[in-house]
C-alpha cells in the first residue's frame, strides 16, 4: 500500500469483480466484509490475469433452515437454477419433489445476522399467494453463505436483464438484493383506531415500498403490510397520533396516511419515532423504480390483518 499507493492496489485487486458481485459497505455485517477480503487478497478471484470469470449459473448445497412453526433450524438441500429463474429446497436429500419452489422475480436476500442470531443468518423472502414468506438460513462455511448470496444475485440479474432489457445495467444493480431500511417493534392499532394497541415487529422494505409487520421478527408470514406511494399520489407521515387517541404503553406516535385509511403507531422512544419518520418519508420521497412500478401493477391497496 506505501509503494503503490491505494488507486494502484485497488486496480491490481479489483481489475475483474462480477457486477452482481456485492461489495460491502461499512455498515454491513462481518461475513460480508471477511469474504470480500478474503477474495479480493487471499484467494485473489478479482485479479486480471486469473482465469476467466464468468456469470454464476446453476448452485446446489445444503443449509439449515429455520422451522416455520417451531425454532428449529434443520439442513435442507437448496438448488438454484439461474437460467430457469427458478430457487428450490428440499426436506428430503432423495425421492420427493421441492417442498418449494421460488421465483427468482420475487425473490430477495438479505443478511440478517443479529435477528436470526448466528453471523452467517441470511434471510431470503419471496411472494406467495399475495404476503411475504421469509426464510431464515445460514451455513457453517462463511464463503458458502456469501456464495449463496451472489449466487442469488447473478440470478436476479439475469433477470432482470430480460424484465427490463431497456435500463441499462447501472439501474439494475441496486434492484439485486436490497437490505431493510429501518426495523424494530411499534405498536398497532386497528382499521377503526378504537382497537387495542398491540406490539408488533416492523420492516420498512425500501425498494418494494412495503412497511410490513408481524408478531414476532422470525414470523414466516406478515401479519398485515402497507403499500407506500408517493406523496404525489396522496400517501404521506405525520408526527403525533389523531385527537383523542392515546397508545397503550408507548406515547411516541406517528401516522402513516394513505388513500384507503389512516395507520396510528405508536414507537419506544422519541429516538425511534424520530428514525421511523425519516425513513419513512425518505420511501415516500422518492421516484417509483420500476420495479416498483412492476410491483404496483400487479397489487392494488394494502393488505392487514
Known amino acids: 500500500m506505501t509503494h503503490n499507493g491505494n488507486l494502484r492496489v485497488k486496480a491490481k485487486f479489483e481489475a475483474r469483480v462480477p457486477a452482481f458481485y456485492y461489495i460491502p459497505q461499512a455498515n454491513d455485517c462481518m461475513v460480508l466484509k471477511e469474504q470480500w477480503i478474503r477474495a479480493k487478497y487471499e484467494r485473489q478471484e478479482f485479479m486480471a490475469d486469473g482465469k476467466p470469470i464468468s456469470p454464476l449459473g446453476n448452485k446446489e448445497g445444503f443449509l439449515w433452515k429455520r422451522g416455520k412453526d417451531n425454532a428449529r433450524f434443520l439442513r435442507r438441500r437448496f438448488v438454484l437454477l439461474a437460467r430457469e429463474g427458478l430457487l428450490k429446497y428440499y426436506t428430503k436429500e432423495e425421492g420427493k419433489g421441492p417442498k418449494a419452489v421460488i421465483s427468482i422475480k420475487d425473490l430477495n436476500a438479505t443478511f ?121 399520489q396522496g400517501y404521506a407521515v405525520y408526527e403525533d397520533l389523531p385527537k383523542g387517541i392515546r397508545g397503550n404503553c408507548w406515547k411516541a406516535g406517528l401516522t402513516i396516511v394513505t388513500p384507503e385509511r389512516r395507520f396510528v403507531l405508536t414507537c419506544p422512544s422519541e429516538k425511534e419515532r424520530r428514525e421511523w419518520l425519516e425513513s419513512l418519508q425518505d420511501v415516500l420521497s422518492c421516484p417509483l423504480t420500476p420495479l416498483s412500478l412492476l410491483t404496483a401493477s400487479t397489487e392494488s391497496g394494502h393488505s392487514s390483518r
Request: charged content about 30%; cysteine-free.
Open 112 to 232: 440478517q445476522t443479529e435477528k436470526i442470531g448466528h453471523p452467517h443468518g441470511l434471510q431470503i423472502t419471496y411472494r406467495r399467494e399475495g404476503h411475504t414468506r421469509n426464510l431464515f438460513v445460514y451455513h457453517e462455511s462463511g464463503k458458502e453463505i456469501v456464495d449463496w448470496f451472489n449466487a442469488l444475485r447473478s440470478a436476479r440479474l439475469r433477470y432482470l436483464k430480460i424484465a427490463f432489457p431497456e435500463l441499462p445495467e447501472s439501474e439494475l444493480l441496486p434492484l439485486l438484493t436490497r437490505n431493510y431500511l429501518k426495523q424494530g417493534f411499534m405498536e398497532k392499532t386497528g382499521p377503526k383506531q378504537r382497537e387495542p394497541f398491540k406490539k408488533r415487529w416492523f420492516a420498512l422494505d425500501p425498494q418494494e415500498r412495503r412497511l410490513l409487520y408481524y408478531k414476532k421478527p422470525l414470523d414466516a408470514f406478515e401479519q398485515g403490510q402497507v403499500l407506500l406511494g408517493s406523496k404525489e
